[in-house]
């Protein structure tokens, strides 16, 4: 066994001591399981937010991409995240703890069911995020298995792929919330030290060993002499049109059920006030080195010879594992690997829990009754849920899906055709049961049409009216929303002041 | 102008500075090795979080029902 494999293993068996220990302190309610009991303080938020929304797609498809495309990635993806993604904790985050603290919800479903009058809403609502939740998190499974295979050299992607499913399991399930609150603060912090270190790593090596300074120009020249256009951006990849319709995939985070899940366990509203701040700046100590290494990797010598091979390149979500493992030493490689490994986790576990969580909530106790069932039943059978979910998405992610980065988008591209119901549900008193189907299923019927017309595996580059294929599902999701609400009838009374309180008798 | 309002122009003014195309084509680095474009959405990360500081200060919504955890037991984790 290689050093690399053994440090893998020695940080996947203390993640699961950080599962026990959570058990440990768990109050044994599936509130607790579920919530954390509404506890969790503003930097364990800030954390367990940040990891969450930061996957393999932004370690591992950030580098590929950018090797691909270019330091324009930063600019398409990470500076409009700091931007987007803080105005969906600001603007959607705080006002969803506010009303689920009041009603008691823990899942979206079980909101939107209320807030629409609506059993069948919510089921079909369910189906949706559980199919759209799907590739999110085979972005995580492949991830994984590509980092323990870059590195290792030896171990194959589908083994590494199970590894990490097997262990995310095992401490999401000794755990629950409680415990993946914990392991993505922890993992958080693990992934951006063992990133930033990485990066310094990897300069210095590009430099001959001169000193990370020299490193840093050296490695920059190289992309300059060969491939000078990935140090700008510009046509034909980047044009105004497809630029500013990016801005939309990061709305996807108002819509994602696990983040929903991550807000609802916050101790207070003003706990929301660092993770806003700050999110913008741990996004860009994150993805500022990923896209950079990915640029070297592009023209990167080392020892008078090129790091990667276009070649002989199998796919790019191995430019980071195999920059990490070819220029750091073994230890350092493996370290490093834990570092990757730890962002693709951090993600994974939340994904999984509000799997269960919504599966036993909103639909074996809405359907069987509440009463019926014993904590400890519920808490098994969120269980039994997400093993059968990430049993289905390993089989998927044995049949060679497309990059991480590619899939990714098309993933967030589906979230963000919902984001104008989560807006007008928060926001607008006229948003009817009606608009709210309208919405879904236009959103449903064009990504699938937009899916189908970029061909398989899915055209990167394809556009649609010069613009990302989420522009047109986000207009017209909105359009058919705000249309189908104005012709039809509002809520009732009842359900209007409950979650807008005070302001019966205003105009809709 | 409300106070409240000031945060939000700038944020906005932040989107508009990150859709700007004049910097794309700027085959400038700094410090040696950091391409101008990277730079440039480097100081909008920043700027967005400055923003987003004194939005969370002037704009931060009153109407919120801040209640704190159930119970002491809840707060300890």
Known sequence: MNIQLMIIIGYLALLLLFGLLARRRSQGTAKDYMLASHSIGPVLLL???????MTAFALVG???KSFQWGVGVYA??????GIVH????????????????????TTQVQYFRDR???????????????????PYLLIGILGGGAVIHGITGTVPNWLGSLMICTVVLTYVFAGGMRGTAWANAFQTLVFMVLGLVAFLVIATQLGDGQGIWAGLKAATAQVQQSHPEKLTMGPPVFTRLFFLSYLL?????????HIFQHWLTARSASTFKLPIVAHPILIAIVWLPCVLIGTWATAALYKGALVIDPGTLKSVNLILPMMVAKLSGPILSGLLAAGILAAVMSSLDSQFLCLGTMFTNDIVLELKGRDRFSDRQVVMMARSFIVGIVVVTYLVSLLHPPGIFDLAIWCFTGFTGLVPLIVAALYWKGLTRAGAYACLLVTVASWIYFFVQAGYPPDPKYKFLEMLP?????IASSISLVLVSLATRPPGDQTLEKFFPGSSGEQL | MPRALFPWLLLLLVLVLHQLTAPWGNERLWFGFLPHVLAYHLMISLL????WALLVKFSWPRDLADTEADSPEERSA
């Open chain 1, 249 to 257: 995939i990061p709305l996807s985070a108002a819509m994602f059920p």
């Open chain 1, 62 to 64: 950030s580098t590929g």
């Open chain 2, 48 to 51: 967005a979080a400055g923003a």
């Open chain 1, 86 to 105: 803080s105005l969906c904790f600001f603007l959607v985050g705080v006002k969803i703890w506010s009303i689920g603290r009041r009603n008691g919800y």
């Open chain 1, 76 to 81: 398409l993806m990470a500076s409009s995240s």
């Open chain 1, 116 to 134: 629409l009058e609506s059993r069948n809403f919510g089921t079909l609502l369910f189906l949706v995020l559980v199919l759209l939740v799907i």
């Open chain 1, 47 to 53: 954390l367990s937010l940040f990891g969450t929304t």
């Open chain 1, 470 to 474: 989420v522009a047109s599902v986000f």
